[in-house]
Structure formats: structure tokens, C-alpha cells
């Protein structure tokens, strides 16, 4: 529950957030927001967050023990996102500071990214977009075949409510697909142990969350199971998958072709995460990479801003706070 007798709390937004989730936070409290496109680097953003009382956060943020002690009048982050793995669950709670996300507002537009990064690989799209640009278009010509989609096999490793919108998505492709995840079930597709899944797959695509067990789970070992010019699609967490030993399976053309919308040097979780993506890994043809638009979405940004600043409001108003881990 909220303190119902604080006044006008101070709530510090970290990102640029959609003027409707401002207004929201208004209506309630003091507001001190970050209006530009950058996040404040962690030293400015400690300084502007030490009187605050709540925090609108996003995927850039970091939010760990020290950040509390820094923080003493914290009481509750409202998360514009769906993954928490970047926040200290066991230190806000032990502070007693509340933690709210947005659980379903980004699973259909980053399983509609997933499937059309899945297509843009798979039929070179990048490639051909540069030749025609090139001016080396003259008509019809046999080059850049690809790989489709229908009659393919895929295997969707992790089965929450973005691998089960990613099966939907694919079913209507006429997909032969199977899954890795212990505790879940689909109807249509094919439950597989990890090492089989990997060795079936003519697409690998990944939706699992990240955390300790899954750290890094498509390594070298789990690259070198893959059929050999199988394609490889994440859009969930960056560190799912060693970047390094993708970018040699990709020069050593055993992997097909790697997409993806996140990256190891995201996830603040991981104190040796990377600071850049291996040159190798932009520089390889066979790739094609978005800067994390998985739910880049006007509309959809929208509705997360304001369910993330709807929570911070019910919990200052000393209601439950929707989304509270």
C-alpha cells in the first residue's frame, strides 16, 4: 500500500515518456522529467532521483542496491516495460519499495517485429533493398535466393505470452512448429528437449527471459548443434546468446544468418556485459539488426507510458498497484 498521507510526491521520469503519461503523473505529484531522446547518464539521473519518491523507469535503467541507498525516499518504480531483469527485485523489496511492469502491452508488436525480422533474413531484404539502391538493379536476375517460411521448421525457445504470439503468428505460414520450455504446453506445435529443438530447426527464434539459467543459452556448444545455414532470431533479451561465438558461427558459415532487435551491452543486470557489438557480428552480410523496436509502436508506447504512470498513481493513492511483482 501507498503512504496516503504524502503530499505531492516528486516523481522522476528517466526517458522521454508520451505526454499523456506526464499528464497522468501531474495530476498527482511534483514531476521532474527527462525530455530528451538520451537517458541521463546514472550520475545525473541518481542526482535528480535522491528526493524522489517514485520513479518512472524504461529498459535503460538500473535499479540495484546502491541506486537504493541513494534513493532513501523511494517508495515505488513504475516500469515502462515488460522484463524486469535490468531492477534489483529482492533489494526494492527489501527496502520495501514497490515494483510495477507493464505484462502484455509489447507482446503482439514484438511478436510481429520477430516474424518480420524472421522474413527480412530469410529473403535478404537488406541485401536487395542496397543492390537496387546501388543502381545495380536492371530487371529480374537469379540472385538472393532465400529462405521462406512456409513448410519450414521452427523452434521457439520459450513458450510465455510472446513465444505462444509468435506460434499464432507463424501457424498462419504453415509452419512445422516446436518448442523448448519445461512448464508450458501449445496445441500444434511439438515439445523438444533444448539439444533437439536446435538440431531440427530451420529457424531458431528466441523468447525466453533472461536469467541466470538462460544467461548466454546459444553458445558456441549450443551453435555448433544448429543444422548447418540455419537462421537464428532474437527478440528478447541480448544476452540469451554469446554475440562473439554467433559472430564466428556466422564467418565460419555454419549459421545461416542471425537477426536481432536486442543486444548483450543492453542488460545492466549483467556486470561484464559488453560495452559494444562485435564489429564482426555489424559487419557480416548475413545479418540484419533493429535497434530495439519491439514495441516501437506509437500507439502502443502510448498505452505503456500510461499504464506504467496509471500504477505509480494507484499505489501514491494508497490503491493496488496494477502490475506489482
Known sequence: ????????????????????????????????ANAGEAPWPREELLRRAAAADGLLAFMTDHVDADFLARTPRLRAIGCALKGADNFDLAACRARGVAVAVVPDLLTAPTAELAVGLMIGLGRHILAGDALLRGGGFAGWRPVLFGAGLEGSRVGIIGMGAVGRAIARRLAGFGCDLGFHDPEATLDGATALALPELLSASDWVVLAAPLNAATLHMIDAKALALMRPGALLVNCARGSLV????????????????????????????????????????????????????????????????????????????????????
Open 1 to 32: 500500500m501507498g503512504d496516503t498521507c504524502m503530499k505531492e510526491p516528486l516523481i522522476v521520469v528517466t526517458n522521454q515518456a508520451h505526454p499523456d503519461a506526464l499528464a497522468v503523473l501531474a495530476g498527482f505529484a511534483r514531476v521532474e
Open 242 to 325: 554469446d554475440e562473439a561465438a554467433v559472430a564466428q558461427a556466422l564467418l565460419a558459415g555454419r549459421l545461416g544468418g542471425y537477426a536481432a532487435d536486442v543486444f548483450e551491452l543492453e542488460d545492466w543486470a549483467r556486470a561484464d556485459r559488453p560495452a559494444d557489438i562485435p564489429p564482426a557480428l555489424l559487419a557480416h552480410p548475413r545479418t540484419l539488426f533493429t535497434p530495439h523496436l519491439g514495441s516501437a509502436v506509437v500507439e502502443v508506447r502510448r498505452r505503456i507510458a500510461v499504464q506504467a504512470a496509471t500504477a505509480l498513481a494507484e499505489f501514491f493513492a494508497g490503491r493496488p498497484m496494477p502490475g506489482r511483482l
